[in-house]
């Protein structure tokens, strides 16, 4: 079966600490993965995608993800983190068809510490 | 730029009672999803509409039917609202296929079903 997991329910980091929050995934087809972060009442906004080429990806807010196919992993990075980064996470999978059969996880909530 | 516009953002309903969600897209997009999200189970496809004209179901589409009015909006409706039915709700668009494209998330809206 198809499935996105993510493995912390909640992280907490202190301000200028680095970050990972996991991502593990079961896909049958090569699937295109993605990052969402959603903050406080707001909706979903995307970080970053991966398709195809290099496996490390660049996103916004200084954020970057890793695809390592032979683990099932895409986990996303930040080398400092700000206090304005805390927010819930999401990981995705899909195929190439459509945003219909996207995949969510169920979520990372990332608290920072002063 | 409004981008996705979802009406109202907080709802309270009895059981049995009935109501709609609203949701316009103002980027000319295609398809068009309503999603429900419940903690811990991330984002969940209730329906969506491919484009003007279509609609079809996602994973949990059980108490809910929509109506895609025309290429802008993308109703969600609760004939007889239940507790179950508790959750946040989100609307968003995309255009057709996950490559070159995004998905749009709007605000939510918060249901709550006594």
């Known amino acids: 079966a198809q499935s996105v997991t993510q493995p912390d329910i909640h992280i907490t980091v202190s301000e200028g600490a680095s970050l990972e929050l996991r991502c593990n995934y079961s896909y049958g087809a090569t699937p295109y993965l993605f990052w969402y972060v959603q903050s406080p009442g707001q909706g979903l906004q995307l970080l970053l995608k991966y398709f195809s080429g290099d496996t490390l990806v660049q996103g916004i807010k200084g954020f970057e993800a890793e695809f390592k196919r032979s683990q099932s992993s895409f986990n996303l990075r930040k080398p400092s983190v700000h206090w304005s980064d805390a927010a819930e996470y999401f990981c995705a999978v899909g195929p190439s068809g459509g945003y219909n059969k996207l995949i969510f996880g169920a979520g990372t909530r990332l608290a920072v510490h002063p | 730029n409004a981008g996705v516009t979802q009406t109202p953002k907080f709802q309270v309903l009895k059981t049995g009672q009935s109501m709609t969600l609203q949701c316009a897209q103002d980027?000319?997009?295609?398809?068009m999803y309503w999603y429900r999200q419940d903690p811990g189970m991330g984002l969940r496809l209730i329906y969506y509409?491919?484009?003007?004209?279509?609609?079809d179901k996602g994973e949990v589409p059980n108490g809910y039917n929509v109506s895609r009015l025309n290429k802008r909006e993308f109703s969600l409706r609760l004939e007889s609202a239940a507790p179950s039915q508790t959750s946040v709700y989100f609307c968003a668009s995309s255009d057709q296929g996950i490559s070159g494209n995004t998905i749009y998330f709007g605000e939510g809206s918060w249901l709550t079903v006594v």
């Open positions: 980027m000319n997009h295609n398809s």
């Open positions: 509409s491919a484009s003007e004209g279509t609609t």
